[in-house]
């Protein structure tokens, strides 16, 4: 028997017994959360027995969370990562979508249009350059805000350059999307 191999079972029994049910993409399970160092930001560390990435967004006490490390391979039969709190929640409008809905008497198409369903992205949105560990941040000028969400369909489709947007109570515009970390889109915005 090898000492220092860990055994699944105590694995499981530690998250039967101490884990909690969070929400990992809107999907339930359990978890260890524990804190990680104190700074700006509510940074804790997840444990789980499933894998998990870069960019998946944790639903842990009624608090939206990103998961900002990457984590390929297990770590003591489990998976850690550091998770940030988003610190913001950026309302999307929805787009006005036109439906034909009969004809008129030249034939011409009569629509009605709806708009659809606003959607809230949580996201990080800060001054400085997006760094975990960096002692010594990067300020961007004072007009601009860095933003990191989860990267999904909706975001890439909703936040692309020039697109603008409302948080904070002002107008922003995308004015850079940085796709270089897998799971996270990162915009730096500049006052509209």
Not at 110 to 118: A, K, L, V
Not at 151 to 173: A, C, L
Request: charged residues 25%; proline residues 4%.
């Amino acid at each position: 028997m090898n000492p220092f191999q860990i055994d699944s079972s105590d694995i499981q029994f530690l998250f039967d017994s101490a884990g909690l049910t969070v929400k990992i993409n809107d999907a339930e399970q359990k978890a260890l959360i524990t804190n990680a160092k104190i700074g700006d930001f509510e940074d804790k560390y997840i444990h789980t027995l499933q894998p998990i990435q870069r960019g998946n967004l944790i639903e842990y006490n009624g608090e939206n969370y990103l998961v900002i490390s990457e984590t390929v391979t297990q770590r003591h039969s489990k998976y850690k990562a550091l998770i940030r709190h988003c610190n913001y929640d950026i309302e999307m409008e929805g787009q006005e979508v036109c439906e034909i809905v009969g004809y008129n008497d030249f034939g011409e198409p009569i629509y009605e249009c709806h708009p659809t369903e606003s959607i809230n992205v949580p996201a990080i949105i800060d001054k400085y350059t997006f760094k975990i560990d960096d002692f010594a941040p990067i300020r961007v000028p004072e007009n601009q805000i860095i933003i990191t969400m989860q990267d999904n369909e909706t975001n890439k489709s909703k936040f692309v350059v020039n697109e603008t947007f409302e948080v904070m109570g002002q107008t922003w515009k995308v004015i850079d999307v940085d796709m270089t970390r897998t799971g996270l889109l990162i915009l730096t915005c500049e006052l509209s």
